[in-house]
């Protein structure tokens, strides 16, 4: 009996997802929310993600030749479960309807931005750190 290749990818998939999406929840018991706040912690969760998944790629694909299932089980499961666009859409339909649309929208672009410089920063550094450490 032949075994499907996609169902160890899927199984890393789903287990480093839950393993981020508990980390993920974990950090929003450490610092909720209070009811109509901003939400800082998505904000913070996202841009952390974001710079994680910069350091991880520019390792696994310049430094590090990586088992086939590290990428699917970190980089899309683990990352994948533990930063969240539905609860970042999420925060922002509630500051909307909550009168807060000017802050909603500040939050939008915000969490854009901080997030494409923690990817970019973070490359630049994991570069700039593995150059530094050749002969």
Known sequence: MSRNPQTAAVAVVALGGATGASARYGA???WPTPTGGF????????????????????????????????????GTGVLGGFTTFSTY???????VAGGRAR?????LGLTLLAALAAVWSAVWLTRRALAWRQP
């Open 89 to 95: 859409a999420v925060d922002i339909e509630r500051l």
């Open 28 to 30: 929003a018991l450490l």
């Open 39 to 74: 939400p800082w912690t998505t904000l913070v969760v996202n841009v952390v993600g974001c710079a994680v998944i910069g350091v991880f790629m520019v390792v696994i694909s310049e430094a590090w030749t990586a088992h086939r299932l590290v990428r699917p089980f970190f």
């Open 103 to 107: 802050t909603g929208l500040a939050y």
